[in-house]
């Protein structure tokens, strides 16, 4: 009894809803992007879904197995949950929060596994309900939509098995077939397909489950029967011609016929087509197919196939209005491929039977007259491409039977296509490869076809090029009368382009030309005069273009101070722009040059020399007022007019220091400089020449006399700098390079500078030390053995200084190094056999000798020592000392040797006076010194 009275609840309930029946959406609905149709309904009570659904749900609750509603109101709650599941769907995609999605994903999961579930609790409590392939076909959806592809198949599966004859029989089976396709089952789906096909009732699955019958076949290696499938679509398509077809439709026919040409592909290409077609000659969609797989030819890089295709079908089916179509793809296809002599021999050929006037479209032109401008249409973009082509190659090989092909096809152009011509910009390419060939009056006709209607300038390019090549028959025309109308003409075009394009950077030019062509030729009275007929208003530009000739052609007449003052003119006159152009500026400078040379010639000096100099104030940047500045230095020297031609060099100098007379004007300056007695002026410019490349030797002279001046006007740290320099630049030749630094030992040492004395010195002897015995001079002897000498002494005195002191060891060893570096450089000294050095040298040796033989006699004594151990340390001095004496001694009669060479000085006498000390039995009395050798030499 309560299960009764909730039903009748429900039932009331559901009878006062007032939500109108939505419906169901199915699958193939949904392939198809159905939407469900609301309608009105007007109903005293309105209650919701949610209401409804709960209401649904309470009567399940307590209803038992046996209930007979119970299997519909599962039905009708699951039809309910899956509603709201697609109606959470639709509002989550309309959501942006992440927050909102995860929650909607959840409850509309939990939607779709409460339908799955009534629908399953269904089928499992009721399996032989009348109504269960209505809740298969909705289990297999709600699967779907939980992306659970494997049990909605096998809902969908369970249909087609249980309910062959269920409205839902052929869907499942195209679903089930689609899935084996995907699968790549491609036998089992053909066997669906074939069973959607079979239907006594077709369906709106019946086209495409025929496609992709077609499709399963062809994946099996079945092209024959997949031709059979896809030609059955086509047909129940009833294509018409595809140029009337709506975009969707040529969608579709661009499907079917790409798969046609695809399956020929596996076959034997066109070949497989004229076979398929012996019966049916008269298929009206032969050329599609043959332009697909041409296509599909393509795609693979198979352009010879491709065009084989193409040709295949122009041979067999003559009489098809598409053979035109066909051969110009063949065209297109070379052209793509970059094979230009293919494209070119198939255009040859094509051009033949099927250009604009030939016999074949005199007969079809009127019954196709859409193929006829197709075909006219691309064959002049193929004409244009293939003069273009001949036209370049021409360019580059200068071929006679290239410049031939190219002319041919701009004719053929001209002969079918002269309305386009100026579109295509053919007459002033056209010219362009007559005036190549130099054949320029054909070349003038064209370029005026192009450039002119009338007086009016339709081409500006082609205008300009006409008034080139007038200029150039004008200037080649040796007739004077021919000449006079080529000028005319000339005068013409330029007055149109002028007038046409006043503010064209060229039009300046184009309206003087004829002026610049009496200039050109030497008629420069003439170009004055038709420069001065410019008597209006007209663009600064022109004006100054005007003044130019008229300057240039007063300077060719000899006519200077004119030129000069129309050059003023125009700087003067017009902008600070103008100013800077180069060729009015260079006018203005070359004429006052000029003017200079003129005085000078007649011997007036000062006059000359004014105008020379002042090209530099009034066009500092003309190229000639460097050569005017030097001129003037040249000719205040040559006057020996020393102030001016100082500062005329000091000016050019300032002003052109980079010039290539900069080097020569330093030159003319120092000895301006050296003539009115300015030495330390004539040195630092001497200085800034020997800084330049150009002359090694000038830079050896210049840089030592620039030394020299410093020196002789006591001018030291200048004279220091100068031989620094000229010592790390010049090392050759070798003596001056000595020279040099001994100047510098010296200068250094006035300036009380020993340490960088001694530096010096000691570059004296390393440097003498790296050449070999021929570069050195009896001076480089004399200049490093006194470097080594005065090196020697320093070495001598901190030799001299450092004393003996316990520990004797120790203070011994620094001794004895400092006596061996003091003795080699002594040694250095006397080596170069330089008697003022050697004398001097020999006799520190040996009193070095002697005084470390004192020493050591004279030394500290240990303070542990016994008066036993004492005389024992003393003795052993002694024996140490005394080998040094006798070195002494040595040393001292080898300088006495020098008597026998007639050289006697201090050091000679002093070594004499030791030596009596020394060794008084044999020297208290006149020496005899005749058996004495110079042992060191």
């Not at 779709?112 to 579930?117: F, G, K, Y």
């Not at 007639?902 to 009596?916: A, F």
Request: charged letters at 25%.
């Amino acid at each position: 009894m309560p299960h009764i009275l909730i039903l009748l609840t429900i039932i009331t309930f559901v009878t006062a809803c007032g939500t109108p029946a939505v419906k169901r959406i199915t699958l193939a609905e949904l392939d198809v992007n159905t939407a469900p149709i609301s309608t009105d309904d007007t109903s005293s009570v309105s209650k919701s879904n949610d209401d409804i659904r709960q209401a649904y749900a309470t009567y399940l609750e307590h209803a038992s197995k046996n209930d007979k509603s119970r299997v519909d109101a599962l039905s009708r709650l699951a039809a309910l949950e899956f509603e709201l599941s697609e109606q959470m769907l639709t509002n989550r995609n309309e959501q942006n929060s992440d927050a909102v999605e995860r929650a909607s994903d959840n409850l509309y999961d939990a939607k779709l596994n409460r339908t799955i579930e009534l629908l399953s609790t269904a089928l499992r409590d009721y399996p032989d309900n009348k109504n269960n392939d209505k809740t298969l076909y909705q289990l297999a959806k709600a699967y779907d939509q939980q992306g659970d592809s494997e049990n909605s198949h096998a809902s969908l599966k369970k249909l087609a098995e249980k309910h062959p004859k269920s409205k839902y029989f052929i869907e499942s089976q195209f679903r089930l077939a689609e899935n084996a396709f995907s699968e790549r089952n491609y036998a089992l789906a053909e066997d669906r397909y074939t069973d959607v096909i079979g239907a006594k009732k077709q369906s709106i699955f019946y086209q495409k489950s025929l496609y992709k019958r077609g499709w399963s076949r062809f994946k099996q290696a079945f092209y024959f029967e997949a031709l059979d499938d896809f030609f059955q679509a086509v047909n129940l398509n009833a294509f018409d011609e595809y140029s009337t077809l709506s975009g969707t439709k040529k969608e579709l026919f661009n499907e079917y016929f790409r798969a046609i040409g695809l399956s020929f592909s596996y076959m034997d290409g066109a070949e497989s087509i004229q076979y398929h077609f012996k019966e049916t000659p008269d298929f009206k969609h032969l050329y599609p197919i043959h332009t697909h797989l041409s296509n599909i030819y393509l795609r693979e890089e198979r352009k010879n196939d491709a065009v084989t295709t193409l040709e295949y079908f122009a041979k067999n089916n003559p009489t098809s209005k598409h053979v035109p179509e066909a051969l110009l793809k063949v065209v297109d296809i070379w052209k793509l491929a970059g094979f230009s002599s293919r494209m070119n021999s198939a255009l040859e050929a094509f051009y033949v039977t099927y250009h604009p006037g030939s016999e074949y479209w005199k007969k079809r032109k009127e019954s196709d007259p859409r193929i006829f401008k197709q075909v006219k249409n691309s064959l002049r973009e193929q004409i244009l491409t293939i003069t273009a082509s001949y036209h370049n190659t021409y360019l580059k090989t200068r071929k006679a039977s290239d410049y031939a092909n190219s002319k041919r096809w701009y004719e053929n152009y001209l002969e079918h296509y002269s309305s386009y011509s100026r579109k295509d910009n053919i007459h002033f390419l056209y010219a362009s490869l007559l005036a190549s060939n130099k054949n320029d009056i054909n070349a003038l006709k064209h370029y005026e076809l192009a450039a002119y209607d009338s007086n009016i300038i339709i081409d500006k390019n082609s205008a300009y090029e006409s008034i080139l090549l007038t200029s150039k028959l004008s200037a080649s025309e040796k007739n004077d009368n021919d000449k006079l109308l080529w000028i005319e003409k000339l005068t013409h075009f330029s007055t149109l382009y002028g007038q046409q394009y006043p503010n064209d950077k060229r039009t300046a030019n184009i309206i003087l030309h004829a002026g610049e062509l009496a200039y050109e030729n030497k008629r420069f009275k003439q170009a004055i005069m038709l420069t001065e007929l410019v008597t209006g208003e007209i663009q600064r530009s022109m004006a100054i273009k005007i003044n130019t000739i008229k300057g240039h052609a007063y300077f060719k007449l000899a006519q200077y101070e004119d030129a000069e003052n129309i050059y003023h003119s125009i700087l003067k006159d017009y902008s600070p722009a103008w100013r800077s152009d180069s060729s009015i500026i260079d006018g203005l400078a070359l004429a006052i040059y000029y003017q200079g040379e003129s005085a000078r010639k007649r011997d007036e000096t000062h006059s000359a020399l004014q105008h020379y100099t002042r090209i530099s104030q009034v066009a500092p940047t003309a190229k000639i007022a460097a050569t005017g500045m030097y001129d003037a230095v040249l000719l205040a020297i040559q006057k020996e007019l020393w102030n001016e031609s100082i500062q005329y060099a000091k000016t050019f100098q300032r002003l052109y220091p980079h010039h290539k007379n900069a080097y020569d004007v330093t030159k003319k300056l120092t000895a301006a400089y050296l003539n009115s007695k300015q030495d330390i002026a004539a040195a630092k410019e001497l200085e800034k020449l020997a800084s330049n490349q150009q002359d090694r030797a000038y830079q050896l002279a210049a840089q030592w006399k620039a030394g020299e001046l410093y020196e002789a006007n006591k001018e030291y740290p200048s004279a220091i700098r100068s031989f620094e320099t000229y010592a790390k630049n010049f090392r050759r030749p070798f003596p001056q390079y000595m020279e040099s630094m001994f100047k510098l030992v010296a200068l250094y040492q006035l300036n009380s500078n020993n340490e960088k004395a001694n530096q010096w010195q000691n570059s004296i002897v390393q440097e003498d030390k790296k050449v070999s015995n021929s570069l050195r001079t009896e001076r480089t002897r004399f200049i490093a053995s006194s470097a080594a000498l005065h090196l020697a002494r320093n070495s001598h005195i901190e030799y001299s200084s450092t004393k003996l002191r316990l520990p004797l060891k120790k203070s011994l060893r620094k001794k004895k190094a400092a006596m061996q570096q003091a003795v080699n450089l002594y040694g250095r000294a006397s080596s170069y056999n330089v008697a003022e050095t050697a004398t001097e040298a020999t006799h520190s040796i040996a009193d070095i000798y002697n005084e470390f033989s004192i020493a050591l006699l004279e030394s500290e004594l240990p303070n542990n020592l016994n008066d036993d151990e004492l005389e024992q340390y003393q003795i052993l001095i002694e024996d140490q000392a005394f080998p040094f004496e006798e070195k002494a001694i040595e040393f001292y009669e080898i300088n006495l040797s020098y008597v026998k060479d007639d050289i006697y000085d201090q050091w000679i006498r002093k070594s004499h006076t030791q030596l009596k000390k020394l060794f008084p039995v044999r020297y208290q009395r006149e020496a005899r010194l005749d058996g004495y050798i110079n042992a060191l030499h």
